[in-house]
């Protein structure tokens, strides 16, 4: 399969802690690829390292083709950072207008970024009086502003209602099913039920690289929270997770 991100041997120090220990995975073109993991497990640190923000020690992070971080790809890579990047004192549709001007784009593109993360209603609202929620969603407005064949989403849905998640999940498929590559990261098992695939990282390592089905079968569980439960035992065990285990 074609990937839109390969990812071999990084190793990133950060505050001379070591963070990611000799990471290898890959994120399929034109899939959802679920990112996952304890807080503090390193998640943030490989998303900034594949969009090109973040030192590495060693390794390499190839992203469309060519290093990460190169220019060329500053206007194909999307990333929503974690904390919202707006800015308060204007306008929900000035804000993505104001990213598309950066990506070269023009105001129906911007408008319809607005519109796709359901803050049509709210556009004209100064993003300084938004709910944490809606400020979240215009922050991700702005990173899916001009269609960028790559988007890395650090907790999109986190303060999202049920049913707003529902149609931002949607809209990700939809997105993926139009050839858009996007890696989410998230503490939500639902979520993670939802991804084409799955990264699992665990102490500055990766323990999985599968489908959610493969990592169901392979761990012997029902659901995917106790899937992960499994392999995190058997990584710190230093073992495979027993197939068709029962606790
Ligand atoms: N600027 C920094 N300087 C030093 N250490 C940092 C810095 N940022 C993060 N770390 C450390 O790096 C490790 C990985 O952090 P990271 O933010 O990548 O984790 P995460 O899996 O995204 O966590 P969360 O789910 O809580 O967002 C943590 O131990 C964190 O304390």
């Given amino acids: 399969m074609d990937d839109a991100v390969v990812v071999r041997d990084l ?10 220990q000799g990471i290898t995975c890959a994120v399929p073109r034109g899939t959802v690829t679920g990112l996952l993991g304890p807080s503090g ?3 943030t640190t490989l998303m900034r390292a594949i969009v090109g923000v973040q030192t590495i020690n060693s390794g390499t992070v190839t992203v469309l083709g060519r290093p990460a971080g190169t220019a060329q790809l500053r206007h194909r890579v999307g990333y929503l950072t974690q904390a919202p990047s707006v800015y308060a004192d204007l306008t929900v549709r000035e804000n993505a207008r104001y990213f598309a001007v950066l990506q070269g784009r023009g105001r129906a593109e911007a408008d319809r970024a607005v519109a796709d993360v359901g803050l049509a209603d709210a556009a004209d609202q100064l993003v300084g009086t938004l709910s944490g929620g809606q400020r979240s969603r215009a922050s991700l ?25 529902a149609d931002l999940w949607a809209r990700f498929h939809a997105m993926a099913a139009a050839g858009t590559t996007l890696l989410v990261s998230s503490h939500v098992m639902d979520e993670a039920a939802r ?19 493969a990592v169901r079968a392979t761990t012997g569980a029902d659901d995917l929270e106790e899937a992960f439960l499994r392999l995190i035992r058997a990584s710190e065990a230093g073992r495979e997770p027993a197939g068709g285990e029962r606790r």
Avoid: M, N
């Fill in 195 to 213: 991804c084409d695939r799955l990264l699992l990282i665990r102490d500055c390592q990766l323990v999985a690289d599968d489908t959610p089905a």
């Fill in 141 to 165: 407005a702005c990173a899916l502003v001009g269609d960028p064949e790559l988007v890395i989403l650090d907790e999109p849905t986190v303060g999202q209602d049920p049913v707003l998640r």
């Fill in 41 to 43: 497990s390193g998640k």
């Fill in 11 to 20: 190793v990133v120090e950060r505050g001379r802690r070591r963070v990611l």
